[in-house]
């Protein structure tokens, strides 16, 4: 892949952007519930026309609180898989260990971050939201496959963020300020994250074999899998959710709508985005250009 990426240009980048926990929650930043959390690309309620806009909002919010939960789920995972990786190289190239070591204080302080934005909803939303689990188990089957497999997968879900911020998020004015500033200060340092990856993926695959690289994208295909089996069950929970927040019974031809809607959200949100991200695409290639026939023919059912 034909870039300029370098641990040392990350690492100064990440060390001018370094915002805390307390900058972003807390004190008087507020969730405001009389508006949207997610961008509609995202959301995709607004086609339910069974549904008041009030209702339309309140889905829009449940699926808020399940990206804070998805989010806080992968990074459970994003964080070991980044140490484990640092440590097989604490001497050497000063940059690349601090750089490295950086990212994974980042994911640290996203999961934080993601929780606390958690708890604010659960405050202040009024009803219970499901999200799947337990996150142990998640993390250690992601986390049983090998590392470039898992490398591959990380930086789909990297790219992901920049991609829902970029284009749905940045120029909308719409949405909650408080889920706004989230969403963007996660961008910023996701974008050092995609590069660092990037790093990473290019160097796991120069010396893996044939074999190996193979494996890897199996192992993508299966973490993706499981991830799609992880969304067909949250999309139950944020139907449910929605159920219980508004105490309004849906006919079975409007749950199935509903469903339907909340699944293609979520498939689009977690995984088409990345099957699609150009720069996600042009890495695979650079390691097995059939990869990227492949996961470009899958794209379509995710997006
Ligand atoms: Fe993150
Ligand atoms: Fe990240």
Redesign the pocket.
């Known amino acids: 892949m034909q870039h300029n990426y370098s641990y040392q240009s990350a690492l100064a980048a990440s060390e001018r952007i370094a915002w805390k926990v307390d900058d972003i929650i807390g004190g008087d930043k507020r969730l405001d519930f009389s508006k949207p959390f997610m961008p509609e690309s995202l959301a995709q309620v607004k086609q339910l026309s069974f549904l008041t806009s009030e209702e339309q909002l309140t889905l829009n919010q449940i699926r808020g609180h399940e990206y804070l939960s998805m989010f806080g789920l992968v990074?459970e995972f994003?964080l070991p898989y980044v140490v484990n990786h640092a440590r097989a190289q604490l001497s050497g190239d000063d940059y690349r260990v601090r750089a490295l070591l950086q990212f994974a204080g980042?994911?640290a302080k996203?999961i934080h971050l993601f929780k606390r934005f958690r708890q604010e909803f659960e405050d202040g939303f009024g009803s219970k939201c499901d999200f799947i689990g337990p996150a142990e188990d998640i993390k250690r089957f992601v986390l049983s496959h090998s590392p470039l497999g898992v490398s591959i997968a990380v930086l789909h879900i990297?790219w992901i963020?920049l991609r829902h911020y970029i284009e749905g998020v940045r120029d909308n004015q719409n949405l909650d300020p408080q889920f706004k500033s989230l969403l963007k200060n996660h961008w910023l340092?996701?974008s050092q994250?995609t590069k660092l990856d990037t790093l990473i993926v290019e160097s796991v695959a120069s010396t893996a074999s044939e074999d190996e690289i193979d494996q890897a994208f199996q192992e993508y295909g299966a973490i993706g899998e499981f991830l799609d089996q992880g969304i067909q069950q949250q999309t139950q929970f944020d139907v449910e959710s929605f159920v219980r927040a508004n105490g309004r019974q849906l006919s079975k031809s409007q749950r199935d709508e509903m469903t339907a809607a909340v699944l293609k959200g979520m498939r689009w949100t977690y995984l088409g985005t990345g099957m699609t991200h150009p720069n996600f695409l042009e890495t695979v290639q650079g390691i097995k250009p059939e990869a990227r026939q492949q996961i470009e023919q899958m794209a379509p059912m995710f997006c």
Request: hydrophobic content about 10%; cysteine-free.
């Open positions: 990074e994003i980042e994911e996203h990297e963020t340092e996701e994250h």
